[in-house]
């Protein structure tokens, strides 16, 4: 009687927590919201403790972050588009979604365990019936073995869950989107612990950006002059797009021209920051860099006002001649291999040496502007992310640095700065627009402002340096 006894109550704890987890396995999921994105977050049993994240169609990343047999899904069902698009457009109101973000995701996971722990309550209960010797006592005692059972689950769950896992993610899924989900992983769901703050601290720093940038006039200009913003290397960032509009505005450029890298992977994910482009009053030249793809191309393409420049575009009177990154053909971000640029800049050489003249050279290597130095008055670049302004073999060579303080990592780090390249032009004595002044505009310290510094080329020729070298061209440093 005893051995039996014991045999049932075995039994009943078996089927307790069979039923409990069979409830779970099929009900343990709910969505939520986080203003324009839907969601869906599943918990099932699992030969081992995974954690995988779906982005539809892209793919899944997963990491093996806690020690017991749970499978946690986070599945990105829907986009608001249009919501998106607001709140990228809005700075004030980005600070406002984190704070709710962070504000729904404890909700969900109380109400998500209460849940869990509700469907235990009742699959214990269940497996007391499917044993067809239930009583009000062995149901009782049903329910609270399945809630005991997957309480110590749960919290075992919580205690040896580990986020840094996802720095070493598995990925399955569309082969060409594959670096961007991985780093997806690796520099955000890897260092969850310290995401909120450091999203906190990028719409801190885009805020007073903002504050700084009232306090920039424009200087003495004159009402034939025309300006150009060049700007380089935005690499996905809403902040830097916004900081680069906010200074076409204070301005008021004639033109604004991008020389990539305006996409981290160039997947069709990343065009939706594209879409802000449509605001724009001013035309837009756009040549693409490495971290760019046909994808990205495609989409300039549709945006009324920007001109995607492969090849010689005259506009206002100004011959421009752009080469695009040769990676962004395809979908690598990969440059071009530095053995493979003399190639390639003689090619170009040719192209331009049967051309009657050509006002500014756009392209996005720095290697590559300078190989071809000496070949346009002006060459614009990027890529590097380094700001600088220098004459080289007769050309004035700009590199507007990072517009978008080299992307999203950039700015939390908080030590890369947003820089462009403000370009003054104004007719010479036969009626061409010449560049007379370049104004270096950097955000590096957002505490305490900017720095501006204003490079001339109105004034006489210093002597030349030994051949080769590039000269500093003659300049003005004002700071705020």
Same mark, same amino acid.
């Given at each position: 009687?005893?051995?039996?006894?014991?045999?049932?109550?075995?039994?009943?704890?078996?089927?307790?927590?069979?039923? #409990?987890?069979?409830?779970?396995?099929?009900?343990?999921?709910?969505?939520?919201?986080?203003?324009?994105?839907?969601?869906?977050?599943?918990?099932?049993?699992?030969?081992?403790?995974?954690?995988?994240?779906?982005?539809?169609?892209?793919?899944?990343?997963?990491?093996?972050?806690?020690?017991?047999?749970?499978?946690?899904?986070?599945?990105?069902?829907?986009?608001?588009?249009?919501?998106?698009?607001?709140?990228?457009?809005?700075?004030?109101?980005?600070?406002?979604?984190?704070?709710?973000?962070?504000?729904?995701?404890?909700?969900?996971?109380?109400?998500?365990?209460?849940?869990?722990?509700?469907?235990?309550?009742?699959?214990?209960?269940?497996?007391?019936?499917?044993?067809?010797?239930?009583?009000?006592?062995?149901?009782?005692?049903?329910?609270?073995?399945?809630?005991?059972?997957?309480? #110590?689950?749960?919290?075992?769950?919580?205690?040896?869950?580990?986020?840094?896992?996802?720095?070493?993610?598995?990925?399955?899924?569309?082969?060409?989107?594959?670096?961007?989900?991985?780093?997806? #992983?690796?520099?955000?769901?890897?260092?969850?612990?310290?995401?909120?703050?450091?999203?906190?601290?990028?719409?801190?720093?885009?805020?007073?950006?903002?504050?700084?940038?009232?306090?920039?006039?424009?200087?003495?200009?004159?009402?034939?002059?025309?300006?150009?913003?060049?700007?380089?290397?935005?690499?996905?960032?809403?902040?830097?797009?916004?900081?680069?509009?906010?200074?076409?505005?204070?301005?008021?450029?004639?033109?604004?021209?991008?020389?990539?890298?305006?996409?981290?992977?160039?997947?069709?994910?990343?065009?939706?920051?594209?879409?802000?482009?449509?605001?724009?009053?001013?035309?837009?030249?756009?040549?693409?860099?490495?971290?760019?793809?046909?994808?990205?191309?495609?989409?300039?393409?549709?945006?009324?006002?920007?001109?995607?420049?492969?090849?010689?575009?005259?506009?206002?009177?100004?011959?421009?001649?752009?080469?695009?990154?040769?990676?962004?053909?395809?979908?690598?971000?990969?440059?071009?291999?530095? %053995?493979?640029?003399?190639?390639?800049?003689?090619?170009?050489?040719?192209?331009?040496?049967?051309?009657?003249?050509?006002?500014?050279?756009?392209?996005?290597?720095?290697?590559?502007?300078?190989?071809?130095?000496?070949?346009?008055?002006?060459?614009?670049?990027?890529?590097?992310?380094?700001?600088?302004?220098?004459?080289?073999?007769?050309?004035?060579?700009?590199?507007?640095?990072?517009?978008?303080?080299?992307?999203?990592?950039?700015?939390?780090?908080?030590?890369?700065?947003?820089?462009?390249?403000?370009?003054?032009?104004?007719?010479?004595?036969?009626?061409?627009?010449?560049?007379?002044?370049?104004?270096?505009? %950097?955000?590096?310290?957002?505490?305490?402002?900017?720095?501006?510094?204003?490079?001339?080329?109105?004034?006489?020729?210093?002597?030349?340096?030994?051949?080769?070298?590039?000269?500093?061209?003659?300049?003005?440093?004002?700071?705020?």
């Amino acid at each position: 009687m005893i051995n039996y006894r014991k045999t049932e109550k075995y039994i009943g704890l078996v089927l307790a927590l069979a039923g #409990a987890l069979l409830l779970i396995s099929l009900f343990g999921h709910m969505r939520f919201n986080i203003e324009a994105l839907q969601f869906r977050v599943a918990v099932q049993i699992n030969e081992q403790g995974y954690t995988e994240v779906e982005v539809p169609p892209l793919g899944t990343i997963r990491a093996h972050t806690h020690k017991t047999p749970l499978l946690i899904s986070l599945r990105l069902e829907n986009i608001d588009l249009q919501l998106i698009q607001r709140l990228l457009a809005g700075a004030p109101e980005q600070k406002e979604v984190i704070r709710q973000g962070k504000k729904v995701l404890k909700q969900v996971l109380i109400v998500f365990t209460i849940k869990l722990l509700m469907l235990a309550l009742l699959g214990g209960a269940l497996g007391i019936f499917l044993s067809r010797r239930g009583s009000l006592k062995k149901y009782v005692y049903g329910s609270l073995l399945g809630v005991l059972l997957t309480g #110590a689950l749960l919290a075992a769950t919580y205690f040896t869950y580990d986020v840094r896992a996802f720095r070493n993610p598995q990925y399955s899924g569309v082969l060409r989107v594959a670096p961007w989900m991985v780093s997806l #992983a690796q520099e955000t769901l890897g260092k969850i612990e310290t995401l909120g703050e450091k999203l906190e601290l990028v719409a801190a720093n885009l805020n007073r950006l903002y504050e700084r940038l009232d306090e920039l006039q424009p200087l003495q200009e004159t009402t034939t002059e025309f300006k150009i913003l060049h700007i380089s290397d935005l690499h996905n960032n809403p902040a830097g797009m916004d900081f680069a509009f906010r200074v076409a505005e204070l301005f008021k450029v004639d033109m604004i021209i991008d020389t990539g890298d305006i996409s981290d992977f160039g997947t069709p994910l990343e065009t939706l920051l594209l879409d802000q482009l449509i605001q724009l009053q001013v035309p837009y030249l756009f040549i693409a860099g490495n971290h760019d793809s046909p994808a990205i191309i495609d989409k300039m393409n549709t945006i009324p006002g920007v001109t995607v420049v492969n090849g010689l575009v005259e506009k206002n009177e100004l011959l421009f001649y752009g080469v695009p990154d040769p990676s962004s053909a395809g979908n690598s971000v990969i440059p071009p291999d530095l %053995s493979t640029i003399p190639r390639i800049a003689e090619q170009v050489k040719e192209k331009l040496n049967r051309l009657p003249r050509v006002d500014m050279l756009l392209l996005h290597n720095n290697r590559m502007a300078q190989a071809l130095a000496g070949r346009a008055p002006v060459i614009l670049f990027g890529h590097n992310h380094q700001m600088k302004v220098t004459k080289k073999e007769g050309s004035i060579m700009v590199n507007a640095g990072t517009s978008g303080a080299a992307g999203l990592r950039g700015l939390q780090a908080n030590k890369v700065p947003y820089s462009v390249v403000l370009l003054h032009l104004r007719p010479d004595k036969e009626g061409k627009q010449r560049l007379m002044a370049a104004d270096l505009i %950097s955000v590096s310290n957002l505490e305490q402002g900017f720095t501006l510094e204003r490079k001339r080329f109105d004034r006489p020729e210093e002597p030349a340096g030994p051949p080769g070298r590039e000269q500093q061209p003659a300049s003005e440093t004002a700071r705020r």
